[in-house]
T-cell receptor, first 110, second 113 residues
């Protein structure tokens, strides 16, 4: 059975801290891994990773994929209160399906 | 910036009633999806739709559910006879041929009472 597992389930940090969120997967017919940020309603896209070892970066956020060990990490440096959200990892299986993990709830305290 | 729009944002319905959730995907997108998220739980795949037919569906998507693209712009999810456990946030998403990521709408919160 396909599965996507995220850890930790929740995390509380202080502004300025660096956090690392983990996503491991066992999915047949893997095509890509995506990270989304979910604040109140719709998940908003952060990164898509298809190749191992190539870091994607956007401001204070970065992500990398390891297709051999079947995991990805999302790093957030110098966290701000606006980073508080649920971070979702999704794996694209084939063309027609994204499988989501349970998410990591991040709370950043001022 | 183009976006996926969903209506209504919140719907309350009585158990056993039929509901139709509406979505307008991003124009020129060709892949469409419905997902749901029960409060406090993970986002779950329901169905994907491509080339005017269902491409894949989950075990959640039983005979009570159906999808339709009645015209060139709308994509609807119908639940024929709602149950209490259908209460959830329903997300529509779409993706273009060249895109890898799906773009999500703001969701419809369905409450079955």
């Amino acid at each position: 059975e396909d599965k996507v597992v995220q850890s930790p389930l929740s995390l509380v940090v202080h502004e300025g801290d660096t956090v690392t969120l983990n996503c491991s997967y066992e999915v047949t017919n893997f095509r890509s891994l995506l990270w989304y940020k979910q604040e109140k309603k719709a998940p908003t896209f952060l990164f898509m990773l298809t190749s191992s070892g190539i870091e994607k970066k956007s401001g204070r956020l970065s992500s990398i994929l390891d297709k051999k060990e079947l995991f990805s990490i999302l790093n957030i440096t110098a966290t701000q209160t606006g980073d508080s959200a649920v971070y979702l990892c999704a794996v694209e299986r084939g063309t027609y399906k994204y499988i989501f993990g349970t998410g990591t709830r991040l709370k950043v305290l001022a | 910036e183009p976006e996926v729009t969903q209506t209504p944002s919140h719907q309350v319905t009585q158990m056993g009633q039929e509901v139709i959730l509406r979505c307008v995907p991003i124009s020129n997108h060709l892949y469409f999806y419905w997902y749901r998220q029960i409060l406090g739980q993970k986002v779950e795949f329901l169905v994907s739709f491509y080339n005017n037919e269902i491409s894949e569906k989950s075990e959640i998507f039983d005979d009570q559910f159906s999808v339709e693209r009645p015209d060139g712009s709308n994509f609807t999810l119908k639940i024929r006879s709602t149950k209490l456990e259908d209460s959830a946030m329903y997300f529509c998403a779409s993706r273009g041929i060249e895109d890898k990521e799906a773009f999500f709408g703001q969701g419809t919160r369905l409450t079955v009472v």
